[in-house]
């Protein structure tokens, strides 16, 4: 929480909020959808990508700093069906979605119920867990497919339009296992923490801190913004970046 103290999430949570997401996603009709996540580097929106590309379709991270005539070319580009959105983006998403010719279901990772056509995650998490204790384990029991695509990557676009990758889940598995080789996140004998700072849709901070940190069991902690490194660096107890 901006401004607030750092809140600990254990790695049976996580699980549990990934599959009750999952199995919503699922519920709503999104299997095999390609779904857009967009907003600051957050809880929400680690669940959000884990939900999708280990079940129900394509996830496709977007760049929150895009402006919205931009949004709305990668959002047509990449066939979103649904966009999963952090509030501080929202009002930018509601002029991208407005120059796209096609239909987009919106999620909300901070509103606490739905509101009109906007759904909340929360309600969805909390839906899938009732559907779990139920006996659907649709999402629980997919295979995941190691070789079908399940992220869709925009490179930053630099030297012209963004160019989308096609990653599946080897292509990040090799990339984690391998770089654990000469990486050691559990050198010391008390817990690793590490501060993720880059922006997740980076598929450098998300494969090297989130993903290697999960395959090594060492903690990670959200930077709240450039201003407040030193500062969450004390209060995390940060030992690596």
Known sequence: RLGGEYL???????????????T????????????GVIGENRY??????????NGPGVIVPLDRELPAHEI????????????????KVEQKLEEALKLV????????????RA?????SMSELIAEGNRRIQEGDTRFIDREVDAEGMSMLLFTSGTTGLAKGVMLNHRNLASNIYNMSKFVDLTVHEKQQVGLSLLPMHHTYEFTCTILASFYQGATIAFCEGLKYIVKNMEEAHVTYM
């Open 8 to 22: 600990p999430i254990t790695f049976a949570q996580v699980k549990s909020d990934v599959d009750a997401f999952g």
């Open 24 to 35: 919503a996603l699922l519920r709503e009709g999104l299997s095999d959808a390609h779904v």
């Open 44 to 53: 929400e929106w680690m669940v959000s990508y884990l939900a999708v590309a």
């Open 72 to 87: 709305a070319a990668l959002t047509e580009r990449a066939e979103l069906a649904t966009i999963i959105y952090s509030s």
């Open 101 to 112: 010719p096609h239909s987009v279901r919106l999620i909300s990772m901070d509103s606490d």
């Open 115 to 119: 509101q009109g056509d906007v759904l």
